[in-house]
């Protein structure tokens, strides 16, 4: 049974997130959907990760393992034939080793969060950035951000209802910096909890704004303590952008 790996982009705002909902649309529900659409079988697709309701993709990769030996191309050209009225688009597949695992498999997830840093509202981008009309330093939250980068105990930044194991995290990367009218916060890790990338991008803002110093976001780390963390910033802005396995650039 050939094993497909599939990257994926999305529109978040029409789903209830990416994993399948009993009675709810979802990413992966309209990809199921497609499989079967076009090949017949009921499967049950992997994901690298897990998005909540209105987080968007512009990388996310999934497998799926099908009866049929098809081509590649055959697989995300049907796919996407189904896809039409779905805000979901596959941008690539490939054949994968039987024991290649999307999410398992993966070593490095990268997100990005888009900040919209302007007097106007988004006409073109609503629901896709984060709004804000007070001025945004940018450089200070980056020097704010470095405090996060390695091995820490993120309870501050985790959701009360994260299902990790653990709070200890390794952050590869923290980087915020502007581009025209946007700021953009750019994390990198093999794993997170859940909402910590939201979590963190709402505190750095508040130094950004200028209601926190750049040493508050080490302190509320340091807490440990998720009353310590600033407002949690929405979902519109945040897309996962990549995912790393080993042996690729």
Not at 62 to 89: G, I, K, Y
Not at 145 to 169: E, I, N, W, Y
């Amino acid at each position: 049974m050939p094993r497909y790996r599939l990257t994926i982009e999305y529109d978040g705002r029409p789903y209830y997130g990416f994993q399948a909902q009993a009675a709810l649309p979802s990413v992966q529900g309209a990809i199921e959907a497609a499989v079967k659409a076009f090949s017949g079988q009921a499967v049950r697709i992997h994901a690298a990760g897990r998005t909540d309701t209105g987080v968007h993709a512009t990388g996310q990769v999934v497998h799926v393992d099908l009866e049929r030996d098809w081509p590649a191309r055959t697989v995300m050209n049907a796919l996407n034939a189904h896809l039409t009225r779905e805000a979901v688009s596959v941008l690539d597949a490939a054949v994968a080793p039987e024991d290649w695992h999307a999410r398992f498999s993966a070593r490095e997830r990268r997100y990005l969060y888009r900040i919209l840093n302007r007097p106007a509202p988004p006409a073109l981008e609503a629901g896709k950035v984060w709004h804000m009309k007070k001025a945004v330093d940018a450089e200070a939250m980056h020097a704010a951000a470095q405090a996060l980068v390695g091995l820490h105990d993120f309870t501050t930044f985790r959701d009360m209802h994260c299902q990790s194991k653990s709070p200890l995290k390794t952050l590869d990367v923290a980087r915020v910096s502007r581009a025209g009218d946007e700021v953009h916060l750019v994390f990198e890790a093999r794993s997170f909890l859940h909402r910590q990338v939201r979590s963190m991008t709402g505190t750095l803002l508040e130094v950004g704004v200028g209601r926190w110093a750049p040493g508050d976001v080490r302190a509320a780390l340091e807490a440990k303590d998720r009353t310590a963390c600033g407002p949690v910033a929405p979902a519109d802005g945040l897309y996962l952008t990549g995912v790393g396995y080993e042996g690729e650039a």
